[in-house]
């Protein structure tokens, strides 16, 4: 067996079970955006852009603040994800190592996240809400643009992932995917239940909900590449 063998052969569910996984980390620090850093999400562009309107119609200041930056947060990380996600390598798959390097790297950014976060007491206030808001919304750009070159597939907003699951439900077809879609909605709902929780009556906990589950998949798909360039090609 060779090494693209192995991949093809447990790749799509293991790439499905890593997004859903990647998706309670996008509800916990969304979640946290919303309740301590300025009501606003960290990767929901499109509520991001509403309140930013609403903002304007308000004379709001400090909420136009929040979602522009938030906004700006989220290109600057997908503006650095995406070129080191596209990265060819010799591995292709369903999981190319471009991906788990993104992944890598926004764990770094996740961590310092974490730690500003500790640093406050878990009640950041002035510029250093604003600062971990722009840290968290970057994360998320970059986990976005990480889970895209896997194919049409997201962890971090699910509008077209509902949609989809709505419309096989209503044409009584089973679209490709299904089970991730429908993990994935639950993971965001797990995620976010845990982060709003952690972040409200358990700070110092909350970079579990956060660093753990990109933590889990960076490690399980470094592991599972070494272990393909261990497996001996056809001869």
């Not at 060819?88 to 310092?112: C, I, K, M, Y």
């Not at 640093?119 to 809400?129: E, V, W, Y």
């Not at 509902?162 to 044409?171: D, E, K, M, Q, R």
Request: charged share 10%.
């Amino acid at each position: 067996m060779t090494a693209d063998d192995g991949e093809n052969g447990r790749g799509p569910a293991a790439r499905d079970y890593r997004v859903v996984l990647l998706t309670v980390t996008a509800g916990a620090v969304n979640a946290v955006s919303f309740l301590a850093l300025g009501k606003v999400f960290s990767s929901v562009v499109t509520g991001n852009l509403v309140l930013l309107g609403v903002a304007a119609t308000t004379h709001s200041s400090a909420e136009a603040i929040h979602a522009g930056l938030a906004i700006a947060g989220y290109a600057a990380g997908a503006a650095i994800g995406a070129p080191l996600a596209a990265r060819r390598s010799r591995q292709a798959g369903a999981w190319p190592v471009s991906v788990t390097a993104t992944l890598g790297a926004e764990l770094v950014v996740l961590a310092g996240f974490c730690i500003g976060w500790e640093l406050s007491d878990g009640s950041p206030h002035d510029g250093a809400q604003l600062a971990l808001l722009i840290v968290a919304a970057a994360a998320m750009g970059m986990q976005s643009a990480a889970v895209r070159r896997l194919g049409q597939m997201s962890s971090t907003f699910l509008t077209s992932t509902l949609l989809s699951v709505l419309a096989s439900l209503s044409t009584r077809s089973r679209p490709e995917g299904l089970g991730r879609s429908l993990g994935a909605l639950a993971a965001l709902v797990v995620g976010a239940l845990a982060g709003g929780i952690l972040a409200r009556s358990a700070y110092a906990w909350l970079p579990v909900a956060v660093l753990l589950p990109v933590g889990v998949v960076v490690a399980e798909s470094m592991a599972g590449s070494r272990s393909r360039k261990r497996v001996p090609g056809p001869r």
